[in-house]
RNA sequence: GAUCCUGUAGCUCAGCUGGUAGAGCAUAUCACUUUUAAUGAUAGGGUCCUGGGUUCGAGCCCCAGCGGGAUCACCA
């Protein structure tokens, strides 16, 4: 670590060394007992009532007022941020200055950890501010943050906003635009209502191998690794569907599982390379069910985290609150386009392609071409809610065939601002359908398709010994919380979302010997 | 993958027709005991993304590369 220090970290580090000098050590290992979060203090303080006047507060030094003998500052919690009001004398009550002279003053920086106690107390312009009584140095911070300052009239000047930065240092774009950790703490919600709610009916959370030597149950090309002591190839996985269907085949009636999947493919504003999704599977239901149970799900959902069953997404509210509409993929085309393309054949489809102007190749069938006809007239116009049923058996081979519909499966998705955040069968349980199904995968993937599915037959066998009538679901999580929090971007709701290596100047120095 | 935009101080950004770099905040020093984008004074701070080229001279022009963003394409 020979890197060149700034001139504000040369100025920290001999503030460092200086603190030391004092005898004052810049990372204590004793424990400091908070008692009450700014925002706390914020609500609940009344002057007439004298509440909090013995408080121990801890954060970071955000911005310092200094007045000579007095100075105000900011410190910033987990919660927000609370004013202080630090007088030479109140913390120096002897003859000794030095803690306020030369510590606060002189050797303390923004975003430095501080630990205070104090009474509340408010200002002559009406602020809440914590009249510091003990302040101590809790962690020192040597390299300086971007200051964003605020107005009171909530303009931002000088707001750290490079999208690269704020994602590579997640850790200041949290510290110093602390709006965005909002984002994060309802997607924490997202999850725990929706775990609360499978939990309140007796579903089973699991969990199942990310390291897969078969990568099943979705069509996408996976990441390839390999186990020294196996010697043998890994995946990592791309579904989890197979392994929570083997649970039910277990005798477990309903499971469920939140966890991380990855697909080797574009990264783009809605797509990131490993992303977490929630899938779950209830024996004896089928997808009519899932469909009202989806409903309570996101409603529930909804109002629990955001107060209300309505979002703003973009333009549009958005309305939580079931039932959804309900259309199958053939009504909502005729719904689109004038055209019922249900009776047609591949031939038929084409023409009709062509008449609409949707480019196609001649290696697209039957289900294909629906599926661009789809895509292209249909999806946008999906802003509230709505259920689209009855897919083509082509495109999902683990699906049940539909119950009534030649050459459908009993398939939902759900659809919201024009985008999809769910996905439900009934799920196949007829083992010899199952593997025929996964032949016809391997046709595709010989015609070329790098995203056909492979044969497990260990899935197949588990399908022999039998797997009750079983309806299966799985949800966005990255996709929902954009919806629940008004984000265009995948990246925005992601703590660490992928990003190419940052190019040091080591690097480029190295780089520049080997040529 | 294609197109466009972009990369200059810790942060946000200027930088004219090519003439060796500027502001605000931050930092340092001084003053100031109810300020709040605190204020006033003074000072320091730069691998202008990287590598080539043109030129007497490049932050600026040209070529190549790297990072990021947006749009499109691809993709569950």
């Known amino acids: 670590m020979n890197r060149t220090l700034s001139e504000q970290e040369l100025v920290r580090r001999e503030a460092l060394q200086k603190i030391r000098d004092l005898g004052i050590d810049p990372y204590p290992a004793e424990r400091f007992d908070v008692t009450a979060f700014s925002s706390d203090v914020l609500a609940n303080f009344d002057s007439e009532k004298g509440n909090y006047q013995e408080v ?28 202080i009001y630090v007088s030479r ?44 009584t003990e302040l101590k140095l809790l962690s020192k911070s ?9 107005t009171k009239e909530g303009e931002t000047y000088d707001a750290f906003s490079d999208p690269e930065q704020r994602y590579r240092m997640r ?34 959370e699991v969990e199942t191998p990310v390291l897969q030597p078969i990568h099943g149950g979705a069509a996408a090309r996976p990441f390839e690794t390999h186990h020294n002591t196996l010697d043998m190839p890994l995946f990592l996985r791309i579904a989890n569907e197979l392994y929570l269907k083997r649970l039910i085949v277990g005798g477990f009636d309903g499971v469920y599982e939140f966890g991380k999947m990855f697909r080797n493919e574009g990264m783009d504003r809605t797509h990131n390379p490993e992303f977490t999704s929630v ?28 107060g209300g069953t309505k979002v703003m997404v973009g333009e549009n509210e958005i309305d939580f609150k079931g039932p959804y509409v309900r259309m199958s993929m053939y009504e909502s085309i005729e719904k689109y ?50 259920y689209i049923t009855d897919y083509p058996i082509e495109m999902t081979p683990l699906a049940k065939k539909h119950r009534t519909a030649e050459g459908l499966v009993e398939r939902f998705e759900l659809f919201v601002n024009g985008k999809e955040i769910a996905n439900a069968y009934s799920e196949l349980n007829d083992p010899i359908d199952q593997y025929e199904r996964f032949v016809d995968q391997l046709e595709l ?12 037959m260990d899935f197949v066998r588990a399908l022999e010994y039998g797997m009750p009538p079983t309806s299966g679901l799985g949800i966005g ?19 660490f979302p992928q990003m190419r290596p940052e190019k040091t100047a080591e690097d480029a120095e190295a780089e520049a010997k080997e040529e």
Not at 364 to 386: A, N, S, Y
Request: aromatic share 8%; proline share 2%.
């Open 56 to 83: 121990s507060m801890a954060g970071r030094l955000m911005a310092r007022r200094i007045m000579g003998k007095a100075a105000f500052a900011h410190l910033q919690d987990m919660e927000g941020r609370i004013q």
């Open 337 to 386: 386009t004038g055209i019922d393309i249900s009776a047609m054949t591949e031939e038929e489809m084409r023409q009709v392609c062509k008449q609409l102007h949707i480019e196609i190749d001649d290696t697209m069938g039957r289900g294909k071409l629906i599926d661009e006809i789809f895509g292209e007239k249909v999806e946008d116009h999906l802003i509230q809610p709505t």
């Open 89 to 132: 004398d109140e913390i120096c009550p002897g003859e000794d200055k030095t803690l306020y002279n030369t510590l606060f003053k002189k050797l303390l920086d923004l975003g430095d950890f501080i630990g205070i106690k104090g009474h509340a107390f408010t200002t002559r312009t009406g602020e809440t501010t914590i009249h510091v």
């Open 171 to 204: 850790y200041v774009d949290l510290t110093v635009n602390p709006q965005y950790r909002e984002i994060f703490k309802r997607r924490s919600k997202i999850v725990s209502t929706m775990r609360a709610f499978f939990d309140r009916h007796d579903w089973l």
């Open 142 to 150: 040597l390299r300086p943050l971007p200051v964003v300052k605020s």
């Open 279 to 306: 899938e779950i599977y209830v024996a004896y239901k089928d997808y009519v069910w899932m469909m009202e149970m989806v409903e309570q799900l996101l409603e529930e959902t909804t109002l629990k985290v955001t």
């Open 477 to 495: 999580i990255d996709r929902f919380t954009m919806m629940l929090t008004n984000q265009t971007s995948i990246q925005e709701v992601i703590f």
């Open 445 to 456: 993937a010989k015609r070329g398709d790098e995203e056909a599915m492979a044969l497990d």
